[in-house]
């Protein structure tokens, strides 16, 4: 069974950081790639950014590029989004994702797999 946790979220300042992680636990975690993806009220998921199987190639959304870094490693099954620079708009419940829908740094969607490959996300909010 394939298990998705994620942490880190919270209340922060506009321009201030955070560092989300997600443990990933019941899959070769370094076979595949990885993601987040996050969700405001009212607007459709979004894929943030994705990660290739060896953390050769990224990806990253247009609104979040050059603010967002995202990484992983493998030897501890975990994935992180390092975010500076946050903004109001970037409030939402972010979600981690294995094996999301992947091509080398081009697109970053969300995996067709069970309800197993996903987290219940963690909540990012962010003050003007």
């Known amino acids: 069974q394939v298990q998705v946790v994620e942490s880190g979220g919270g209340l922060v300042q506009a321009g201030g950081s955070l560092r989300l992680s997600c443990t990933v636990s019941?899959?070769?975690?370094?076979?595949?790639?990885m993601g987040w993806f996050r969700q405001s009220p009212g607007k459709e998921r979004e894929g943030v950014s994705c990660i290739s199987w060896s953390g050769g190639t990224t990806y990253y959304a247009d609104s979040v590029k050059g603010r967002f870094t995202i990484s992983r490693d493998n030897a501890k099954n975990t994935l992180y989004l390092q975010m500076n620079s946050l903004k109001p708009e970037d409030t939402a419940m972010y979600y981690c994702a294995a094996r999301p829908k992947y091509y080398n740094g081009a697109y970053c969607g969300w995996p067709s797999y069970g309800r197993d490959y996903w987290g219940k996300g963690t909540l990012v909010t962010i003050s003007s």
């Open positions: 019941g899959l070769t975690f370094d076979d595949y790639p």
